[in-house]
């Protein structure tokens, strides 16, 4: 397999709904002659595995010659009630770029999404009300970016990137400094406002080993309490 998938409700019986511990997508180079590679995949629609994982990715999504493609949602990956992991890139593997836009949500009762191999960018901005959640940042990516005021990201787990994290829009949730990584932070933008609220008692100086831009926005300490402009 090599090009581009589109999951909608044309495709499939909407939403679509996997039989337990089953993955609702598996890209795998190892199954037969199977090269393992989608260059793109749309989801617009909702994908589900009760104890599962939305999509499994064990190959490659995206174009590896100019870090093109991957992957983009606009739909649902995942639910916070039963599927374990909206997503995830498996180590070894590459997805060039995840984008989560308008209208779509990537969830799971674990997280969101989970990596151990190499994503180029992941960026949320979607219009959803749902939260998505990023869990072990492996070093493969190069940035993560918030551009979204009504879904905000959370990091749970260690993030071993040394890529950027850029918050132009919304809030980044932490509660540890280690899930930002060694990449530098950059809240807000021109006429935009991004909070990094930390929940851990970590103060603002030590979120990152990287430098700290911003816009007059904010960072949010708690339980230390009280609110730091940048």
């Known amino acids: 397999n090599a090009g581009t998938i589109s999951v909608d409700a044309s495709d499939i019986n909407n939403p679509a709904s996997i039989p337990s511990g089953i993955y609702g997508v598996y890209n795998d180079r190892n199954a037969g002659t199977n090269t393992g590679t989608i260059t793109t995949l749309t989801n617009t629609s909702t994908i589900t595995a009760p104890n599962g994982v939305g999509i499994y990715n064990s190959g490659t999504i995206g174009n590896l010659s100019d870090n093109s493609g991957g992957l983009i949602n606009?739909?649902?990956?995942?639910?916070?009630?039963?599927?374990t992991y909206g997503i995830v890139n498996n180590s070894g593997n590459t997805i060039t770029n995840i984008t989560n836009s308008s209208g779509g949500d990537i969830k799971g009762t674990t997280s969101g999404i989970s990596n151990s191999g190499t994503i180029g960018t992941i960026t949320n901005s979607g219009s959803g009300s749902g939260n998505v959640s990023l869990y072990t940042i492996g070093s493969g990516v190069t940035g993560v970016t918030q551009n979204s005021s009504t879904s905000a990201l959370t990091i749970t787990g260690t993030n071993s990137s040394t890529g950027n994290t850029t918050?132009?829009?919304g809030t980044v949730n932490i509660a540890n400094k280690t899930y930002l990584g060694s990449g530098n932070i950059t809240l807000g933008g021109s006429g935009t406002s991004g909070t990094l609220n930390i929940t851990g008692g970590a103060g603002a100086s030590a979120a990152s080993s990287g430098a700290i831009t911003g816009y007059i926005h904010y960072f949010v300490v708690d339980p230390l309490g009280g609110q730091q402009n940048v």
């Open 74 to 83: 606009s739909g649902t990956i995942g639910d916070a009630d039963t599927t």
């Open 167 to 169: 918050i132009s829009s």
